[in-house]
């Protein structure tokens, strides 16, 4: 099966400047996490959908950041303005899990957003 | 609130022997506990993970885990180390009946030849 396909795999933006991420889950996959990754630590959840509805976004900074998930399939992750604190790979995973099974998630290869 | 705690930023062992790498948890419940490798400039790969029943779980390319309920640990394990396992691993725990997974700070293994 396909995995998670992420796009793009590398940007460069100049801070204040807006920048977005995409993302397309395994198929039939419910729930989409979108995770920021900082050199050197592990993964931080900013939001996690189940379908189109928010199960978590208690860590993203939401006067910047924004993330959508219409018809609960593609997921876009916007930044604006941009930090250089956001300079980090973010990372968007999928899983089938619907909060019993306890599914394994799937990643895709991550953006690496450098911030200048 | 749960957490995962990885007590090594690094792992040094030599090819050929066996290979450990530590993670404790800390959920209010229930854990499911998991496993993830991270190779350079790529996303993360699901290695095993525990749901429930047996403690020892086995997983890809020959690693296996095991659940300590009493010690709160899940470390991860190889009997034989290879050069190509040199990577970062990562532990995570979600609690059974919730949906939010943390992942642990990560530990980078380096296998020596």
């Known amino acids: 099966e396909a995995g998670v396909a992420q796009s793009p795999r590398y940007k460069i933006i100049e801070k204040r400047q807006s920048v977005a991420f995409w993302c397309n889950p395994i198929?039939?996959?419910?729930?989409l996490y979108w995770y920021q990754q900082i050199l050197g630590q592990g993964p931080k959840l900013l939001i996690q959908?189940?379908?189109?509805?928010?199960?978590?976004d208690s860590q993203l900074p939401k006067d910047r950041f924004s993330a959508e998930r219409l018809k609960g399939v593609d997921s876009t992750l916007k930044i604006q303005p941009a930090k250089l604190e956001d300079s980090a790979v973010y990372l968007c995973?999928?899983?089938?899990?619907?909060?019993?099974?306890?599914?394994?998630?799937?990643f895709g290869q991550g953006t690496r957003l450098t911030v200048v | 609130a749960q957490s995962v705690a990885q007590p090594e930023d690094q792992v040094n062992v030599a090819e050929g022997n066996p290979l450990t790498v530590k993670c404790t948890y800390s959920?209010?419940?229930?854990?499911?506990l998991f496993w993830y490798v991270q190779y350079p400039n790529r996303g993360l790969q699901f290695l095993l993970k525990?749901?429930?029943?047996?403690?020892l779980v086995k997983g890809s390319y020959g690693f296996e885990a095991e659940f300590n309920k009493s010690q709160t640990s899940f470390h991860l394990k190889k009997p034989s180390a290879l050069v190509s396992d040199s990577a970062l691993y990562f532990c995570?725990?979600?609690?059974?009946?919730?949906?939010?997974?943390?992942f642990g700070t990560g530990t980078k293994l380096q296998v020596i030849p």
């Open positions: 959920v209010s419940g229930n854990p499911y």
């Open positions: 959908f189940q379908n189109n509805g928010v199960v978590d």
């Open positions: 198929s039939g996959h419910a729930t």
């Open positions: 525990y749901i429930t029943g047996d403690n």
């Open positions: 995570a725990v979600r609690e059974r009946g919730y949906q939010k997974v943390t």
């Open positions: 995973a999928s899983s089938s899990d619907t909060g019993i099974s306890g599914s394994e998630a799937f």
